[in-house]
């Protein structure tokens, strides 16, 4: 009739390995630029709180998770008490604080 029918090649045995290496070159790209760009920055990020945090001591001013802002009276491995106001001490878990504050160029909260 009008239409003649079309057949298909046979395929031409085994793909090479450049091509399934063509094929995944694309993938491996993209992994090494959200590495680069978002996962390598992140881990740098929490590595640099996590030594500041271990690094609070008596003194220090602090911001927890709350949005808290204190002075730390007393630490210890874990928690560290807090001195939110005169005589008001709370008790907190040092892995909620946000921020550290160096008390030597912190500007009084009540100014």
């Given amino acids: ?4 029918p079309a057949y298909a090649q046979a395929a ?3 793909a ?7 094929q995944m070159l694309p993938l491996v790209l993209i992994f090494v630029v ?4 978002l996962i390598r920055p992140q881990q740098k ?16 001013q602090v911001v927890t998770g709350g949005g808290l802002v204190g002075k730390v009276v007393r630490v210890d ?3 560290a008490d807090v ?7 709370v008790k907190a878990v040092k892995s909620t604080f946000t921020d ?6 912190a500007k009084p909260a009540n100014d």
Avoid: N, W
Avoid at 16 to 22: P, R, T
Avoid at 45 to 60: F, L, N, P, S, T
Avoid at 83 to 89: S, T, V
């Fill in 77 to 79: 491995d874990i928690y």
């Fill in 100 to 105: 550290v504050i160096d008390p030597m160029t």
């Fill in 45 to 60: 990020r929490m590595k640099e709180h996590k030594a500041k945090i271990d690094a609070v001591k008596k003194g220090d």
């Fill in 34 to 37: 959200f590495y680069f760009l």
């Fill in 83 to 89: 001195e939110l106001a005169p005589g008001m001490k």
């Fill in 12 to 14: 031409g045995g085994q």
């Fill in 1 to 4: 009739m009008f239409i003649s």
């Fill in 16 to 22: 090479s390995g450049a091509g399934i290496a063509m």
